[in-house]
């Protein structure tokens, strides 16, 4: 039988995330001799002309040719891909949990693209920089961008990880190359995409446009009837906490609900089982009934309902994407999620939705499982739908650049891909302005007969 620590440790267990990252300005340079001979050519034509003609010729300007991006050649594109070797094998041994080695998946998918020409000529050569979430992140984000921009040159990276930081997006932009968040939970907001203009994360929703179409759609559901709430914020991630303050409190005063309190839960589990027990004497000291979270993987709200149930206060969660409901569903004893109201954006990945995928995602599955891959169950499903969602999507904006490979044409390309992209984590929105790409949210309750989410075909589009 599992121990509550087993079990909780599971919802650290995402969907294995590698994304596709795209934007990278493009280097001119003006040659000076060529420019010398034509000054040269423009002045003699003018001591040439006769007075009679009263005119002189305006010079010529010489536009210097578009460049490509680092990591391209005429015949090659270098492409970074954030790995999980060590964390992957630790994983499957210790959670239950199938959990897919992301380098080997993206080299099966880059495979086929090359075995039928690359792309417009060029083929795809990967180079690999390993993370391990039990280490300390930022030696090895400074270990990593060294790898991608001064051990080897690439043009993007597809990244594996749910919280890149802002300072390795920078490392990466020094050196024009493009990051491509793949995971649905990879949080973005507007400032953060204004301050990286090359980070792209096109399976997921802008955080703030996320939180106010969240709080209004269970404003519709009645989940706010009768609800002395508490809110889950994560205690680690700034974008998160910004968007809290910013959108979602200014968000629940439009449907006229204030948090009863806010609890702060770090995203790990350990220290997430250190702080919850103090935050829910907090909560039951305020009233609370029902709980939603603002957060990245489902740590916090996990730990939250299932420590909340062994001090005896029953509390019905909100769930969401963001926090990875699937892994959260499995992870908690059978129940504990009874009344749930939830909202997802992209393709759910239990067993019973396989049927409901679309034809996209279906390919991946059937394009990988060829390959040797085994795909168990609903969180391998989700890491090769990621897997398949982010190489596609560089192998389709690439295909549609008719010549050099650089930031500006990149994203020209991605934006006709047009409102309705089929990724296999979904329809995608990426024209004008999207850097993220989902826009439908899609209810979901749980069935008690199997402990199950069943999701409703009535989405809402968050799209203005």
Known sequence: MLTTSHRLRRTRVRCAVFALAALAAACSTTDDDSSTATAAVTAASASDTTAAANTTPAPETTVPPAENGPGVTDTEIFIGVETNEKSQAAQNATTGVQVREVGAQVQILVDGINAGGGINGRTITLVKADFDPAAETGAQENAACNTFTKDNEVFAVLGLRTDASEAYLSCLAEADTLYIAGSPTQPADEQLLTAAANLWAPQTMVLDEFAAAYVAALDDSGFFADATLGVVVSADNPIFQRVYEATLVPALEAV?????????????????????????????????????????????????????????????????????????????????????????FGSPVEENQVANLNATATECLDVLTAAGEEIADGNARGVSFISCANTWFLRDVLAAVPGEVNGESFAAAAESLGAEYESAWGSLDLTVGHRTGQHLLQPFTLDPACDCFAYSTDLRDTRS
């Not at 907090?282 to 916090?300: D, F, H, S, T």
Request: hydrophobic share 45%; charged share 15%.
């Open 256 to 344: 006229g609900v204030t948090p009863a309190y806010v609890a702060s839960v770090p995203d790990s589990f350990e220290r997430a089982m250190e702080v919850v027990p103090t935050e829910l004497l907090k909560m039951q000291e305020a009233g609370v009934n029902k709980v939603l979270a603002l957060e990245p993987n489902g740590i916090g709200i996990g730990v939250t309902v299932l420590i909340g149930s062994s001090q005896g206060l029953v509390l019905v969660p909100a769930m969401s994407t963001f926090d990875t409901p699937e892994p959260v569903r499995a992870t908690l004893p059978p129940g504990s999620l009874a009344g749930v109201v939830g909202f997802a």
